[in-house]
């Protein structure tokens, strides 16, 4: 199946602001949306206590630099998403919580262009499986470590693999299983059918090893529960 552009993604979370505005409603399909996000910005906290500056890459309407302020209040806030109405909804929410500056940027994180050794905290909430191919993957990576400061640590969130087609398997069954007890097989079928169009997730393992070659000094396993992880690099 030939995957969605990157207009297309954009135009589908133009359209779905208010759903991602609120974590109740907009991280349904995710397993462990709450876990997840509490345990990688505590993480962040105990690993930046002193953090001062946050990157939000496909912030969305800014949840994860939300509970990231609850941790460490007044942070200057980097945001960037593919669409601006995301951006707009993050700016005005997070701009409430924060006495520093809040800076917006929209575009694909392939593409912005953002300041070396500079910020001490990188979110990535469900943003990585849009990647691609390997290089593509090696090139973001690349780019991530480079705007860290040392010590600075970088806490994905995001759907995975398996590196094992039978575990693999037996994963999205499960998670086909979890969708089906939420709202019965339709609900079932559309999210695994825009997951099939839309994403090209990786497993954890890939990343974690990525995350070495690119060189990050150390990598944790904050949580994992079937096709959903939370797990970090730290430079």
Known sequence: MK?????????????????????????????????????L???AKRIQPNAQRVLDI???AGNYTLKMLSKIPNLQCTLVDLSR????????????????????IQGDIRDVLLEENHFDIILAGAVLHHLRDDKDWETVFKKLFSLLTENGCLMISDLITQETYAINEYTWQRYGEYLESINGK????????????????RSMTYQLDLMKKVGFGTTEILHKNMCFGAFAGIK
């Open 3 to 39: 995957k969605s552009t990157v207009k297309e993604i954009k135009e589908r979370f133009d359209k779905d602001v208010e759903r991602f505005s609120n974590l109740e409603t907009g991280q349904v399909a995710t397993i462990d949306a709450k876990i997840s996000l509490e345990v």
């Open 41 to 43: 910005t505590e993480g």
């Open 58 to 60: 496909g912030c969305g």
């Open 85 to 104: 109405p995301m951006l707009d909804s993050a700016l005005g929410r997070v701009s409430l919580h924060t006495n520093q500056s809040v800076r917006i």
């Open 186 to 201: 339709e609900y079932r079928d559309k999210v695994l059918d825009y997951i099939k169009k839309e994403d090209s997730p």
